[in-house]
C-alpha cells in the first residue's frame, strides 16, 4: 500500500480554458506562463490579470499555480524583472519554475516568498548538482528527462527531506539536451532558449556529399525518408509505482502548447493511474486506461532514458497520430428538459455515437448515441456544423460541466 506517499500531477495550462480542463480532470497544480520570460512565447500566455484570476480560480479549488521564468535572460531583461516576479508573489503563484541563476538572485531579493524551482532547462543530472540548487534556495528540482530511474534515487537520497523532485511523465521531448537547442536558432533566429522554437527536429532532412554540390542524398529506410532528429513521445503511464518509489513527488505532463482534448485525456489517465498505484503497489493499468493515451495526438512512445534505453528517435515521421477528435464540451446537465448541454468544437450528426471522456468513473468511455439534438430555441438540429452552437442532448447521463464528447474519425 503506498497512501502515505504524496504526489503531485502537474499539468500544462498554455491558456485559461486549459487550465480550468486540466483542474476538472484531477491535476493537482498546473504550470502555465505569463507573457515575459517564458519559454513558450507562442502558447496563449496569461496577462498578470489572468496570473491574479488563475491563482484565485485554482485556490478556490484547493490546487497549485506556478509560473514559468526559465527564460535565459539577457542583460535587458533584468530591468522589468523585479516588478514581475513582485507581482507574481501578491498574485499568490505558489512557486516559480527558474532557469538562469541571475534571475534566481533576483527573485531571492525582490520576491523572497516564492518558491524556487529550477527548471528542466538548468539540465541537473547528478545529486551534487541538485545539492547546489538546494544550496541556492531551490525547494523543487525539474530533472532533465536525460536521468534513469536509479539516477533519480541517489539524488532523492541526497537531497534534504524538504526538497522536492520533480520529473516529466508524458509529452514530447527535445532530441537536445534538455530541450537546451541551437538548432532553431541557426536556422530561423528563432531561439529555442528565449521561447521561441520553431521545432527544427520534427523537420525532414537530406545530406549532400562535399565534392557532389546540388545532389542531395535523403536518409531513409523507406519511401517516407528518416527524421533522425526526431524524438518519440514520454509515456510512463504504467510506471507511476517505479517513480514514486525513485523519490519523484511531482509528475509533469508536458503540453503548454497542446489542445484542450489533449489535456483532458492525458490528465484524466495518468489521475487515476496515480490514484492507482497509491491503493495497490501491485496495481496494473487496465487496458481502458492504455487505450486512453491512444486517443489523443501523439507520436510513437518510449520511456525515454528512464531505463537507460536508447529507443527514443523516430525514423518514420514527425506527424502526431490520433484517430479521435474533440467533438463537444459539456456546459451541464438540464434537469428539466433531461439533456446535457454541449458547445460544438467539431462536426457531428444525428445518429453518431459519440464517447464520454470524463473523470466521473460512471461515465468514463461510456457511449452516447446522439438519437436527438436540439438548439437553444429548441428547433431540431441534424447536423451540427456551426462552431460553438450550443445545443441540448437528450440523455439520463448526467455529465458535468468541462467533460468532453468525442468521435472516432477513421483516416
Known amino acids: 500500500m503506498r497512501e502515505t506517499v504524496k504526489t503531485e500531477l ?150 534534504p527531506d524538504d526538497v522536492q523532485i520533480e520529473a516529466f511523465v508524458h509529452g514530447a521531448m527535445c532530441i537536445s539536451y534538455s530541450g537546451r537547442c541551437l538548432l532553431s536558432a541557426a536556422l530561423t533566429g528563432r531561439s529555442g532558449n528565449r521561447g521561441d522554437c520553431v521545432q527544427a527536429c520534427r523537420w525532414e532532412y537530406e545530406i549532400t556529399e562535399k565534392n557532389r554540390k546540388g545532389e542531395r542524398l535523403p536518409i531513409y529506410e523507406d519511401g517516407r525518408g528518416t527524421y533522425i532528429l526526431n524524438s518519440k513521445d514520454l509515456n510512463m503511464l504504467a510506471h507511476i509505482g ?49 487505450a486512453e493515451l491512444e486517443k489523443n495526438s501523439h507520436r510513437d512512445y518510449t520511456t525515454g532514458f528512464y531505463y537507460g534505453e536508447k529507443d527514443s528517435v523516430c525514423t518514420d515521421t514527425s506527424q502526431p497520430k490520433c484517430d479521435w477528435e474533440f467533438t463537444a464540451l459539456v456546459t451541464g446537465y438540464d434537469e428539466d428538459k433531461k439533456a446535457v448541454t454541449v458547445e460544438q468544437r467539431n462536426r457531428f450528426v444525428a445518429g453518431d455515437e459519440l464517447e464520454i471522456l470524463s473523470p466521473d468513473k460512471e461515465y468514463f468511455c461510456k457511449t452516447l448515441k446522439i438519437t436527438d439534438m436540439y438548439d437553444e430555441s429548441g428547433a431540431r438540429v441534424d447536423d451540427a456544423k456551426l462552431v460553438q452552437q450550443k445545443l441540448y442532448i437528450p440523455t439520463d447521463f448526467k455529465l458535468g460541466k468541462g467533460d468532453i464528447l468525442r468521435k472516432r474519425v477513421l483516416k
Not at 534571475?103 to 547528478?126: G, R
Request: proline content about 3%.
Open 10 to 159: 502537474l499539468a500544462p495550462a498554455g491558456n485559461f480554458e486549459k487550465l480550468k480542463t486540466a483542474i476538472h480532470f484531477g491535476a493537482d497544480a498546473v504550470y502555465l506562463g505569463g507573457e515575459s520570460f517564458s519559454l513558450r512565447a507562442n502558447a496563449g500566455n496569461f496577462s498578470d490579470a489572468q496570473i491574479d484570476e488563475a491563482c484565485a480560480y485554482a485556490k478556490a479549488r484547493g490546487k497549485k499555480v506556478y509560473v514559468a521564468v526559465n527564460v535565459f535572460a539577457k542583460n535587458d531583461d533584468f530591468a522589468r524583472l523585479p516588478e514581475y516576479l513582485a507581482g507574481l508573489q501578491k498574485a499568490g503563484v505558489d512557486g516559480v519554475i527558474v532557469t538562469d541563476p541571475g534571475v534566481i538572485e533576483f527573485c531571492k531579493k525582490f520576491a523572497p516568498v516564492l518558491e524556487i524551482h529550477i527548471s528542466t532547462q538548468a539540465n541537473t543530472t547528478n545529486k551534487y548538482a541538485a545539492k547546489f540548487w538546494a544550496e541556492q534556495g531551490a525547494k523543487r528540482i525539474v530533472l532533465a528527462r536525460e536521468t534513469t530511474l536509479a539516477e533519480i534515487k541517489e539524488i532523492r537520497d541526497y537531497l
Open 242 to 290: 517505479e517513480l514514486v518509489d525513485a523519490g519523484v513527488y511531482s509528475f509533469k505532463i508536458e503540453g503548454r502548447m497542446k489542445s484542450q482534448y489533449y489535456v483532458a485525456s492525458v490528465v484524466n489517465a495518468y489521475r487515476n493511474a496515480i490514484d492507482g498505484f497509491a491503493r495497490d503497489a501491485d496495481y496494473a493499468i487496465p487496458d481502458v486506461l492504455a
